[in-house]
């Protein structure tokens, strides 16, 4: 598994994309560590970001940003600068 997140990691695309988001869920995971998610719905589908505890409480739901990814070369987007707040 951790060779399959490595090279999903180092062969990612290197287009930047700018895609919306808007916060649908928000969960805590309590299994070996505490570990805090905010769920999002975009026009890719449903995607889960893992944040710090500090973090947590800013996301509310209904709240729209945009973020600057790259597309995983296996699945998934990797953030290549913090969250933009869309202010309605």
Known sequence: MGLRMNLN??????TIEIIELQVIDKN??????TD????????YGRLKNKVSRRNYKS???G???????????IEGYFLT?????IND
């Open 59 to 61: 996301f509310l739901i």
């Open 28 to 33: 805590i995971s309590y299994e070996k560590a």
């Open 81 to 85: 600068e913090p969250f933009n707040k």
């Open 9 to 14: 990691y180092w062969l990612k695309d290197k």
């Open 36 to 43: 805090y998610y905010i769920v999002f719905n975009s026009n």
């Open 63 to 73: 709240e729209k940003y945009k973020a600057s990814v790259n597309k995983g070369f």
